[in-house]
Structure formats: C-alpha cells, structure tokens
C-alpha cells in the first residue's frame, strides 16, 4: 500500500524560504520509472502543480515559478524535499505531494496535504 | 499551456440526481485526462484516469467520457458521500494544468 505524508512549517514569513518533507512508504525511488511530485491548493483556487522527480533523478518544475523552486531526493530516509525560496502571502496553500504513475505524467495516490500560511 | 475550462464551478443537485461536469481542453489532449475528488482534511483521490478509465476500487457510478478536447465527468447516482469538489486534470505533457474545479454540494 503506498502512501505519503507531507510535513514541514505552518507559518513562514515573507521572503523566507520554505522546505517541505514527504515521506512515502509502498514503493521505492530506486525503481524505474518511479516519480514523486508536489501540487498545491491556495484557499479557494484550483489546484497548481509544481515539481517532480523521478527515479533517476530527473527533475521537472512548473515554468512559473522555477526559478523559486528545487526538489531533491533521499531514496535512504524515503523522502522527497522540496524547498521553494522567496515565499509570499500568496504561496499560502495547501501542499500536497504525491506518486506518479509510472510511465505516465499523473498522481494515483496523494498524501493529505500540509497547510502552509505565509504572513509576518 | 493548455488551458483547461471545467463547468460549472458549483453545483447543488438530490440525492440520487444525475450530475454532469464538463471540462474543455484549449488544445487537442487526446485521451488525456484524469479526474480527481477532494474533500476537506483527506488526501485526494483519483478516480478516473485516460478519460474514461474508473480507478480501482472507485464506485461504478462515477463515470468519463470524451477525447480531444471535451471530457464529461457523470456521477450516475449522487450520493451523501459524493460532497465535494472535483477537477479534471490534463496530463498530455508537462507542465501539468487542472480545472478550476466543481464544488458539488446536495440539496
């Protein structure tokens, strides 16, 4: 069974740098074809996805913001890091990372989600 | 990016009701697209995949149609457990890019 956890602040300020941590258990990114991305949700807009990372260390950002963003990977803790520099209020969100289907660009399974506000 | 146009932004329908989402792709997807749920506090959940492909374990009465660049989404039977928003989501090629979202409530 896989699944995700996400964890990281709740509350940064404003040109802070943010990293978030998913942990995942069920699957490992030392297999082929394997990738963990982050999506986020800011209240009350739709769904925005960020990064991702694959098992050979492939790396994939959304155009619009990365410049602001790095993922990494830890296949030894089972983690994926993702840090994003120069928060905003308007990166208040929900973050979420998540499994991709290999071989395709889609998320089949979701860990819950961290709430992250950015205010000073 | 290819934009992706999800309607309506809410709906409120009986349970037991027929309900209909519809998603425009600005560019052709082919079968390319997926629908996800979300409630408040849960992981989300993938439920249909390649258009019209139902996600192990999802009810038989969530259902996708369409190719190109007009998907439907149908929820046959709506159900209490049914509340929440749903997003079609294109996956053609990266960036990757979601609906604006369905909030679907019961009247």
């Known amino acids: 069974q896989i699944t995700l956890k996400e964890s990281g602040p709740t509350l940064v300020k404003p040109t802070q740098t943010l990293t978030l941590t998913c942990t995942f258990s069920g699957f490992s990114l030392n297999t082929r074809s394997v990738g963990v991305g982050w999506i986020r949700q800011p209240p009350g807009k739709a769904l925005e996805w960020l990064a991702l990372?694959?098992?050979?260390?492939?790396?994939r950002y959304s155009p619009s913001l990365n410049s602001r963003l790095t993922i990494a990977k830890d296949t030894s803790k089972s983690q994926v890091v993702l840090t994003m520099t120069n928060m905003d209020p308007v990166d208040t969100a929900t973050y979420y990372c998540a499994h991709f289907r290999p071989n395709y660009y889609y998320m089949d399974v979701w860990g819950k989600g961290t709430t992250v506000t950015v205010s000073s | 990016d290819i934009q992706m146009t999800q309607s309506p932004s809410s709906l409120s329908a009986s349970v037991g009701d027929r309900v209909t989402i519809t998603c425009q792709a600005s560019q052709d997807i082919s079968h390319y697209l997926n629908w996800y749920q979300l409630k408040p506090g849960k992981a989300p959940k993938l439920l249909i995949y390649d258009a019209s492909n139902l996600e192990t374990g999802v009810p038989s009465r969530f259902s996708g149609s369409g190719s190109r660049t007009d998907f439907t989404f149908t929820i046959s039977s709506l159900q209490p457990e049914d509340v929440a928003t749903y997003y079609c989501q294109r996956y053609d090629n990266l960036p990757l890019t979601f609906g604006g979202g369905t909030k679907v409530e019961i009247k």
């Open positions: 990372i694959y098992w050979n260390d492939d790396k």
